[in-house]
């Protein structure tokens, strides 16, 4: 059961423009969201989170939406840069007894920035 | 973000042996650390949750006499892979949170080869 799902397998994308990678979550107890990048060999590094009291969290290319009625949510990068080629996870987490804390990681999007 | 690190990198042991990887949180208390494993293109499956002085939390299907975990101090977190098989290869990434906190930071990983 892939309580967190994304859906594109891979994302190509030109230099300087949008880069958008979707999410969906059939968990309605998930209260909070993350997204993760990582390069091949290395663990995922951290890059933006969202609450479920919020619709949108931006830090400086990154942006994070959630709809939470659709349970989806998607990171816009703008402007992409060939530098942000890489897999890209989201996460979701309960807030609830024994799941504090816990992460569900989607399947991943690569995404490959064109110079 | 936290440092986390995690040593060794890469090891390759011998079918039926015993490897034993560190994960250790280098500027802050861990009080949970978390154990993943991740196949070739593939998501992160989570297989342990580790709290500071009590026991591991194992994921359903994880077989904890094969995977022991101990998280003996706010920093430090084992996992040791026992009679390891060739199955058993794969990237093992932990991570490590802070008490009452969403955000995970994350190893390196270690890559296990068994032949």
């Known amino acids: 059961d892939q309580q967190v799902k994304q859906n594109s397998p891979s994302l190509s994308v030109q230099e300087g423009r949008i880069s958008i990678l979707n999410c969906d979550y059939t968990n309605s107890m998930f209260d909070y969201f993350l997204w993760y990048k990582k390069y091949p060999a290395e663990g995922p590094t951290f890059l933006i989170s969202?609450?479920?009291?919020?619709d949108k969290n931006e830090d400086g290319r990154f942006t994070v939406f959630l709809n939470k009625s659709a349970k989806h949510l998607s990171l816009h990068i703008v402007p992409s840069q060939p530098g942000d080629s890489a897999v890209y996870f989201c996460a979701a987490s309960a807030r609830s007894g024994t799941s504090y804390g816990k992460l569900t990681f989607g399947q991943g999007t690569i995404l490959t920035v064109h110079p | 973000g936290a440092v986390v690190s995690q040593h060794p990198s890469r090891v390759i042991c011998k079918s039926g042996t015993s490897v034993k990887i560190e994960c250790r949180s280098l500027d802050f208390q861990a009080t949970t650390m978390f154990w993943y494993r991740q196949f070739p293109k593939k998501s992160l499956m989570l297989m342990a949750t580790?709290?500071?002085?009590?026991?591991?939390?194992?994921e359903q299907g994880v077989e904890k006499d094969k995977f022991l975990i101990n998280h003996a101090s706010l920093t430090l977190s084992t996992l040791t892979v026992t009679s390891a098989h060739p199955e058993d290869s794969s990237f093992y990434i932990c991570s490590a949170g802070a008490a009452f906190s969403y955000e995970q930071y994350f190893g390196p990983g270690t890559r296990l080869t068994v032949t």
């Open positions: 969202i609450s479920s009291i919020k």
């Open positions: 580790s709290n500071e002085g009590s026991k591991a939390t194992y």
